[in-house]
C-alpha cells in the first residue's frame, strides 16, 4: 500500500493514519503490530490463504477419495480392517468388498468378477469378507477390471458414484451415463470391425429368430434389399426374399423356405447351398447360443468346389487312363506270356535237341578220340606221331566246345540244379590232377595240386565243373612255368585258388573276360577257344552262390578263386568214395565193353590193347551175357554205355553181375550230360564217365574201381 501512495495509486493520508481514520488498520502497523512492510506482507497474505482455506474445507464435505488418501496417512486402529490393507479412519460409510463386487459383476459377469477377486486374494495372501471395508488397493483394483470392460472414464465414474453414494449430483450421473454409453459404443465399434474381418459372413439371431448382427461378408454374400437386411429382421422373411429373388432355384417359395428355416433354426446342420443366379456355392454352419438364439456363419466354397471337382475329373480321367494302361499292359503280358511260353518250348526243344543230337555227335567224336588216343600212345615214327597228337588236340578243342555249350544250354533252361552235401576236397583234387597231370606235361608245364584235408559244403559235379575249367584255361594260356592248385582256410571258408604263371590279365579287362565270347587280344590268336570257360564258371557260381576272385599281375600270371563254404566231417566209413590213388599198370586186365557202336568198341579195343588189356565187346546186354558165359574167364572191370539199342547200360551191368554172381566193377560212359541219367548212374553205385572219353581219366576210374574191388575183397 505504501508503494501504492507513493505510485500516487493510494492517499498518503491512509498509509499515515489507517483507512477511516482506523489506526489498528495502518499498512505499517497493522493490528498494532509494527514490521517491516514485507514482513506484514508475507505473514498477512499467508494468514488469509489458510483462513479461506479453513472455511471452504468446513462449508464443503470432503470427497471419499479424498477420505482414502488421508486414510494412507492418518491411521484408526479402532476400525474394521479388511485383511492386513489401511482402512479409513473418519469414513462411517465405507465401500465394502461385497459392494465392489457386485459392481464388477454387472459389467464383467458374476463367474469373471469371483475368479478376479479370488485371484487378487490369494496373490496377496489374505481373505476379503464381503463385509470388510474396502482398501485403497482393492479399489484399484476394481478399477483396473472395470477399465478393462467399461474404459477409463466409465471406470472412475462408477466407482466415483459408487463411493459417493447418495451424495451424487445429477450431473455427475449424467455424466456417467454419458460415458458409459460411450465406451459402450465404442466397444460395439470395435466389436462390429473385427467381424467385418471375418472371411465369411456371420449373422446372430435372437430367441426369436430376428437378426441382431451381421457382418460386411454377410451383406456381400446375399445383397439383401433394405427393408429386409437390418436390426430385427425375422430369418423367415431374409429367406423368403431370397427365394422369391430365384436364388434357391426353382419350386415352391413356401417349401424352399421351410426346408432351410428347418436345417437353420431346428436341427441346425451344416448344409451347402448352391446360388442359381450367380452359381455360388455357400456352406451354411449354425451354432447355438447359451441365451437361446443362433449364430450363423456362410463360406464361399465356390472355388473350393471347383478345384474338388476339377481334380474328380481329374481323378477320373486318371483312372480312365490307368484302366487303359492296365487293359493295354495286359493285353501286352498275355502276348509276352505266349511269347515267352513259345520261348520256352522252343528252349526246350532245343534243349531235347541238343540232349539227343549229344548222343549222335558224341559217339563218332568219342570214337575218333579213342582211335586218336590209341594212335598217340603207340610208337610211330616222328611225322606219323605229330599228325596223331594234332588230331587228338584237335578232337579235344571239339569236345571242349561242345561240352560247353551244353553246360550253358541246360543252365539257360534252368535244368542245371545243385544238390548241397559235405564233401572232402581231396576226392576233387586228386582227380583234377590225374586228369590234367599229362595235359600239363604235354604243354611242358609243371602241375601242383597241394593235398587238402578240408571239407567243404557244396555240390560236388559243379565245384568240380568250376575247377575243371579254372585249370584248363590256365594250362592253356600258359606258355611255359606252371600252374598250382591249393586250398586256403578263411574262417568258415574255404578259397580254392588256381595260380599260373601266363601273361596276366590287365585292370579293364576283368570284369570283360566273365562274358559270353569274350578273350584277351593277346592270347586269341595263339590258343584255341570260344572264350565260354569262364563265363561258365561265373554262372556255375552264381548258382552255387560261391564268389569269384581274381587276382592278376600282368607278364607274371594271375589267381582265381572260388569261396566255398566249409562242410561237416564225417567218419571215414560214411565216405562215399575212396580217393583216387596213382594209377598202377593195368597190363592184363580183363575188360568187358558194352556199346551199341561198333565204331565206340573198335576204339575202345584199340586203346584198351594198347594199355595190355584183354578185351570183351558186345553190342547189347544178351550178347554181353553170352560173351562172359561162354568165357572161361570172368571180367575184372565192365565198360559200358548207358544208351543201347536194347535197354541200358546199367541193366546190363546187372545182369552181367547176376549171371556171374559175382560184383564185377562197373563204369558207365554215356553221351547223355542230364542231371536225369547222372542220378540214376550214381544212385545204382556205379562209376560214370563223360563221352568222348579221356584216356587219362579212363585210366584213373578203371584203376580206382578194380583198387577198391580187391580192399573190399581183402
Request: net charge neutral.
Amino acid at each position: 500500500m505504501a508503494m501504492g501512495a507513493s505510485a500516487g495509486w493510494v492517499s498518503e493520508v491512509i498509509v499515515r493514519e489507517g483507512p477511516l481514520g482506523l489506526e489498528f488498520l495502518k499498512p505499517q502497523s497493522l493490528m498494532y503490530l509494527s514490521f517491516h512492510p514485507l514482513t506484514h506482507g508475507v505473514l498477512w497474505s499467508l494468514g488469509l490463504n489458510v483462513l479461506i482455506y479453513v472455511v471452504v474445507s468446513l462449508l464443503r464435505a470432503p470427497e471419499p477419495i479424498e477420505r482414502l488418501q488421508a486414510a494412507v496417512f492418518v491411521q484408526d486402529s479402532g476400525a474394521p480392517r479388511a485383511g492386513t490393507a489401511t482402512t479409513l479412519r473418519l469414513w462411517r460409510t465405507a465401500v465394502t468388498v461385497g459392494d465392489l463386487q457386485k459392481a464388477t459383476a454387472r459389467y464383467l459377469g458374476q463367474e469373471r468378477a469371483d475368479r478376479a477377486f479370488a485371484g487378487y486374494a490369494q496373490s496377496r495372501s489374505q481373505t476379503l469378507p464381503p463385509t470388510a471395508e474396502a482398501d485403497l488397493q482393492l479399489i484399484r483394483f476394481t478399477e483396473h477390471l472395470l477399465t478393462s470392460s467399461i474404459g477409463a472414464a466409465s471406470a472412475r465414474l462408477v466407482l466415483a458414484l459408487l463411493l459417493r453414494r447418495g451424495n451424487v449430483s445429477g450431473q455427475s450421473a449424467l455424466k456417467l451415463l454419458d460415458d458409459a454409453s460411450e465406451a459402450l459404443q465404442y466397444n460395439r465399434d470395435l466389436l462390429q470391425s473385427a467381424i467385418d474381418q471375418v472371411g465369411s459372413g456371420l449373422s446372430v439371431f435372437n430367441s426369436d429368430m430376428r437378426l441382431i448382427c451381421w457382418n460386411r461378408k454377410f451383406r456381400e454374400i446375399f445383397r439383401l434389399p433394405a427393408d429386409v437386411g437390418q436390426v430385427g429382421a425375422p430369418l423367415d422373411q431374409i429367406l423368403r426374399a431370397l427365394a422369391e429373388r430365384g436364388d434357391y432355384g426353382e419350386g415352391e417359395v413356401d417349401e424352399l423356405v421351410s426346408e432351410r428355416l428347418m436345417k437353420m433354426a431346428v436341427s441346425k446342420e451344416t448344409f451347402q447351398e448352391r446360388f442359381s443366379k450367380n452359381g455360388r456355392i455357400i456352406e451354411i454352419g449354425t451354432s447355438p447360443m447359451p441365451q437361446g438364439g443362433i449364430v450363423t456363419t456362410y463360406t464361399d466354397i465356390t472355388e473350393r468346389v471347383a478345384a474338388e471337382d476339377a481334380l474328380a475329373r481329374a481323378n477320373e480321367t486318371l483312372e480312365r487312363r490307368v484302366r487303359e494302361r492296365t487293359a493295354e499292359l495286359l493285353e501286352v503280358n498275355a502276348a509276352l506270356a505266349v511269347a515267352k511260353s513259345k520261348a520256352d518250348t522252343a528252349n526246350m526243344e532245343k534243349t531235347r535237341f541238343l540232349a539227343a543230337a549229344s548222343h549222335d555227335i558224341l559217339q563218332p567224336l568219342n570214337a575218333a578220340r579213342l582211335y586218336a588216343t590209341s594212335l598217340k600212345e603207340r610208337s610211330l615214327p616222328e611225322n606219323d606221331a605229330k599228325l596223331a597228337r594234332n588230331v587228338d588236340a584237335s578232337l579235344l578243342a571239339v569236345e571242349e566246345i561242345f561240352s560247353t555249350l551244353i553246360d550253358i544250354s541246360r543252365m539257360d533252361s534252368g535244368r542245371l540244379e545243385a544238390k548241397i552235401t559235405d564233401f572232402p576236397i581231396r576226392e576233387i583234387l586228386d582227380q583234377l590232377r590225374v586228369e590234367y597231370e599229362p595235359l600239363a606235361k604235354d604243354g611242358d608245364l609243371k602241375m601242383v595240386v597241394r593235398p587238402s584235408d578240408y571239407w567243404v559244403r557244396s555240390d560236388r559235379r559243379l565245384l568240380r565243373r568250376m575247377l575243371q575249367n579254372l585249370i584248363s584255361n590256365a594250362i592253356k594260356y600258359t606258355p611255359n612255368g606252371g600252374v598250382l592248385v591249393g586250398v586256403r582256410p578263411r574262417g568258415d571258408y574255404l578259397v580254392v585258388q588256381v595260380l599260373d604263371t601266363g601273361p596276366g590279365i590287365p585292370t579293364e579287362k576283368r570284369s570283360a573276360i566273365f562274358k559270353e565270347f569274350q578273350r584277351l587280344e593277346k592270347t586269341a590268336s595263339e590258343v584255341s577257344g570260344l572264350g565260354l570257360g569262364l563265363s561258365i564258371v561265373e554262372r556255375i557260381g552264381r548258382i552255387l552262390e560261391h564268389d569269384i576272385g581274381l587276382a592278376s599281375v600282368e607278364g607274371k600270371g594271375s589267381t582265381f578263386s572260388v569261396i566255398v563254404p566249409r562242410g561237416i566231417p564225417k567218419q571215414a566209413s560214411e565216405t562215399v568214395a575212396a580217393p583216387v590213388r596213382p594209377v598202377g599198370s593195368l597190363s592184363e586186365l580183363k575188360v568187358l565193353c558194352i556199346d551199341n557202336e561198333p565204331a565206340v568198341l573198335a576204339g575202345m579195343s584199340a586203346l584198351l590193347g594198347g594199355w595190355g588189356c584183354h578185351v570183351l565187346t558186345a553190342p547189347n546186354l544178351n550178347l554181353a551175357v553170352k560173351s562172359v558165359a561162354d568165357g572161361p574167364l570172368i571180367p575184372d572191370v565192365i565198360l559200358a554205355d548207358y544208351h543201347l539199342d536194347e535197354g541200358l547200360g546199367p541193366d546190363a551191368v546187372d545182369a552181367v553181375r547176376k549171371h556171374l554172381k559175382v560184383n564185377v566193377p562197373a563204369i558207365v560212359i554215356t553221351a547223355d550230360h542230364t542231371p536225369e541219367v547222372e542220378n540214376d548212374i550214381r544212385e545204382r553205385g556205379l562209376g560214370m564217365l563223360k563221352k568222348p572219353v579221356r584216356a587219362a581219366a579212363l585210366r584213373a576210374l578203371m584203376t580206382n574201381a578194380i583198387q577198391q574191388s580187391r580192399a573190399a575183397a581183402e
